[in-house]
């Protein structure tokens, strides 16, 4: 291998250039004890760099905030150092947190991000995935698709693509799966061990348009929900459409959509049964809307009712009371999305081979807490 000995003496928190320049290559080179090449091959992902040298020059790096001169990157090796992320909502928590963990990693990997927003809109997400003149990206990562498999690969053309999301109809674009069918399964599971024998389901659309976004990676709702109602039929239960509560997935949505549920007369029903009733949330922010108006109707958690939600927003464990829900590994998704990305950035300008393609899950785990918990 083609390295320097390190022969690092300054504590990491020093590192950090004084001027108001921007750091270069031999700024980082000098701070670390490495050669400017190594530093450059490491930044760049090339493999004649150890791991651990890796991993320290690029701790280095975002430590004195190095980024990656566009401009020169382009002119040199015909590639801008951009990777563009395309999320969903930027007010739905849980895509925002994406787009900051993308966003750290790709920095550590020495590539800079450019976020944004589709609203949702298949329209916004093909115009943000288009080749533009004026904006070359070296990859796409996608979250939350709401435009088809065949869209992504027509509009991508031939540049590396990653999607996020529910994504089990996508075979040829590499994939990271968030839908959790596992994890609303369990969720399922602990109610079902809290005594709940009656549920509602918020955020859901009815079974009748269940199928309309499965071709599409529009199907968190879809997915959720079958893995819900499989889990109760382990246990006799089949669900009728008056306890699937559809709503926006807003904390206003959220609102809204317990309001409805407490309205309705199999609600009362199941409370004049002596029920303790399960409600399973698709997402933590539908869970807090849903919180609020249970509190504002004299309606105690989780007494009367058990509620849970889904994501693992941070601010979950600072409701009232603390919610149940799913959490899935941000961080560690985001640092395999990034890794993966680069990979095929890199490949695709040494016109190597393409890895084959890779579909993976969120890691996740059930937290469970004060709304579901028998007291």
Known sequence: MNEQRAAVTEPMHDMEKQSSEPVTLADIAQATGFSTMTVSNALRGKPNVSTANREKIRAAAQAMGY???????????KRSGIIQVVVDDFEVPFHARIAKYLTQEATKFGYQTL?????????EEIRAIKPNPGLVCDGIILDAPNITEDQVIGHVQGRPVLVIGDCASFKRVDSMDTACTDGVAAMVEHLWQQGCRTFRV???PRPSGQSEH?????????????????????????M?????????WTLE?????AGRMLDEPAWQDDLDAGSTPGVICLSDTIALGALRMLSERGVTVPDTVKITGCDGLLT???????LTTVEMDVPAMAHSVIKRMVAMIESRNHNEPASPVAHETVPFHLITRESSAVR
């Open 202 to 204: 918020l955020g859901a």
């Open 253 to 257: 949505g959220g609102y809204e959509a």
């Open 316 to 322: 979950t464990g600072f409701s009232n009371p603390p």
């Open 115 to 123: 976020v944004r927003q589709s609203s949702s809109s298949e329209r």
């Open 214 to 238: 499965h071709d599409t990676g529009k199907g968190f709702g879809p997915r959720r929900v079958a893995a819900i109602e499989q889990a109760l039929a382990g246990h006799g239960i089949t």
């Open 67 to 77: 980024q990656a001169n566009v401009a020169a990157m382009m002119l040199r090796n």
């Open 240 to 248: 009728t459409s008056a306890q699937y509560i559809g709503g926006e």
